[in-house]
């Protein structure tokens, strides 16, 4: 396992200067062509296929893409990242969704540092900006009201007791700063006391517009919420927008339709939120 020193260190151009932000630890191990992110421990924050940077690796991170199931990609839509990790969603965004303008909210600056210089994140430019603050001050700021088309909230810290964020305010500042219609995706902790807390939380803040994909393999839950207009679509016709996705993008939808109809109660028969 590499380790970078809990310091980041920024020039500061214009000034001539360098700022010194004291933060925990980043730290990366490297197996089977697979490199991990860590935050001072063995628990992995992230992971990237060294020959593949811009593959979305874990299959939770894959599912955090599942807005494209919904909301069709076009000139100007804006998508709000909420923790930024290894660049997985960010990269994948910036190759694969070329219309997209993608806002990533990261409060420690070695994560950003480490997903450009680690992870190959590409440095901001017209379709990308990244913002070093905390997310449950971004979600509560005004100039984002009604701002975005679809939220992605992974948010955890070196202790990985449930997400970072996780309060009824905070999920109702996301549903705040999204559009009508718009689509939250949230990386919960499927066997951990903070599940039930987030997912009673996002339920209240979204009015009960909540689905959930089944388990993956990590432990990990990804829950999708709605906001706008009542949805009702045919899970064949789900199912052809998730085989569009994979043929233009690679991304292994071809199971997203069956298991979200499987783990969500009364949605058997067509989906109805």
Not at 95 to 103: E, F, G, M, N, S
Not at 134 to 162: E, M, S, T
Not at 237 to 262: C, F, H, Q, Y
Request: charged residues 20%; neutral net charge; glycine residues 6%.
């Amino acid at each position: 396992m590499v380790q970078v020193r809990g310091c980041v260190y920024s020039a500061m151009h214009a000034a001539g200067q360098i700022n010194i932000f004291l933060m925990e630890p980043v730290t990366f191990s490297e197996s089977g062509g697979i490199r991990y992110l860590h935050f001072g421990s063995e628990l992995i924050q992230g992971a990237m296929r060294m020959r593949d940077p811009d593959e979305i690796y874990l299959e939770y991170n894959q599912q955090m893409m599942a807005w494209l199931l919904f909301l069709e990609t076009k000139p100007g839509m804006q998508v709000a990242q909420l923790g930024l990790g290894t660049g997985a969603l960010t990269k994948f965004q910036h190759r694969y969704c070329p219309a997209v303008k993608t806002k990533v909210v990261e409060l420690n600056p070695a994560v950003i540092v480490s997903a450009r210089s680690m992870f190959f994140t590409p440095d901001d430019d017209r379709r990308l900006s990244t913002l070093q603050a905390d997310a449950k001050v971004f979600v509560n700021n005004r100039q984002y009201c009604n701002y975005f088309d679809a939220v992605q909230v992974d948010l955890y810290d070196a202790i990985c007791d449930g997400p970072a964020a996780s309060s009824l305010d905070f999920y109702k500042g996301c549903f705040n700063i999204l559009k009508s219609p718009g689509v939250m995706t949230v990386n919960l902790f499927s066997r951990h006391k903070s599940f039930n807390v987030n997912l009673k939380n996002i339920c209240e803040a979204f009015g009960n517009r909540v689905l959930l994909f089944p388990e993956s393999h990590d432990c990990n839950v990804v829950a999708l919420a709605f906001k706008g207009p009542k949805l009702e679509v045919e899970w064949q016709d789900v199912s052809k927008r998730a085989k569009v996705i994979m043929e233009k993008t690679g991304l292994p939808t071809n199971t997203w339709a069956a298991g979200l109809s499987r783990e969500n109660a009364r949605q058997e028969i067509c989906l109805s939120i």
